[in-house]
């Protein structure tokens, strides 16, 4: 089955620690992103890449760090200095007709 | 001024009703609209997606697209339990240009038995 997968689906962090979201696709697409979601609001972006090797800042990127070393994976870590992690974290892919399509997301609470 | 406005709702409708959903937007150069449904603690699902203007009719949906006014519709025919969700609208500019999505906040749409 194509699609993306993330993980954990829930995932706690303690003060001061570095915390990292799994997303995996099989899809083949090129881009990649990251979206924040907190409660009541869309879907903030914070990184995105649309080739392997490269990544932009979206609109909230401080306090958060990716990589994309493989056409496959996108990793997000929540750094110490992102002072109000607790959300829910949607990966995408995009499609060559700009169509995005999501992971089923991770829920991050802090301890 | 957010540049896609969306009513956040809640919308409570009895079953069989026609629901409604609306966005304004305020960057004429988007030219890619998307509706996405999300249920409660799930990732969004994509449900109608419609280049520039002019509708889109997929089974009991229909999406609307008038770019004079800025403005895009969802309409849900004979709309059922399992309808309820979240429906947040999405749109872009061009391709090329790193493909961003802006997003509204979302309508929460609740269909009564």
């Known amino acids: 089955d194509g699609g993306i997968t993330q993980s954990p689906k829930y995932l706690f962090r303690k003060e001061g620690q570095n915390v990292t979201l799994s997303c995996e696709q099989n899809l083949n697409h090129d881009a990649m992103y990251w979206y924040r979601q907190d409660p009541g609001q869309g879907l903030r972006l914070i990184y995105y890449?649309?080739?392997?090797?490269?990544?932009q800042k979206g609109d909230i990127a401080e306090g958060y760090s990716v990589s994309r070393e493989k056409k496959e994976s996108f990793p997000l870590t929540v750094t110490s200095a992102q002072k109000n992690p607790t959300a829910f974290y949607l990966c995408?892919?995009?499609?060559?007709?700009?169509?995005?399509?999501f992971g089923a997301g991770t829920r991050l609470s802090v301890l | 001024q957010k540049e896609v406005e969306q009513d956040p709702g809640p919308l409570s409708v009895p079953e069989g009703a026609i629901v409604s959903l609306n966005c304004t937007y305020s960057?004429?150069?988007?030219?890619?609209f998307m509706w996405y449904r999300q249920y409660s603690r799930k990732g969004p699902e994509l449900l109608m997606y419609?280049?520039?203007?002019g509708n889109k009719e997929d089974g009991r949906f229909t999406a609307q697209v008038d770019k004079s006014s800025k403005y895009i519709s969802l309409f849900i025919r004979d709309s059922q339990p399992s309808d309820s969700a979240t429906y947040l609208c999405a749109m872009s500019t061009n391709y090329n240009q790193g493909g961003k999505l802006i997003f509204g906040q979302g309508t929460e749409l609740s269909v009564k038995p």
């Open positions: 995408a892919s995009r499609d060559r007709v700009n169509i995005q399509y």
């Open positions: 960057n004429s150069a988007f030219q890619y």
């Open positions: 419609t280049y520039s203007s």
């Open positions: 890449s649309q080739i392997v090797n490269d990544f």
